[in-house]
């Protein structure tokens, strides 16, 4: 629980949240896999904001 991996991170434009456990059905990203692995191409699918406009959320 809390491990980077399995962090998930809200898309601060749109708060789109990617959960690694769900994964990515519009980019195909198969559950399972951390944000971190991610394709460098990859961006939000609601609204196309790059991942560094991406906050983690905290389990803090
Ligand atoms: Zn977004």
Redesign the pocket.
């Known amino acids: 629980m809390g491990t980077e991996a399995g962090a998930r991170l809200e898309?601060k434009?749109?708060?789109?949240v990617y959960d690694p456990a769900v994964g990515d059905p519009v980019w195909q990203i198969a559950p399972g896999t951390a944000f971190a692995d991610l394709p460098p191409h990859w961006t939000?699918?609601?609204?196309?904001?790059e991942q560094s406009?991406f906050l983690r959320l905290g389990d803090d």
């Open positions: 898309c434009v749109c708060w789109y939000c699918p609601n609204c196309a904001t406009g």
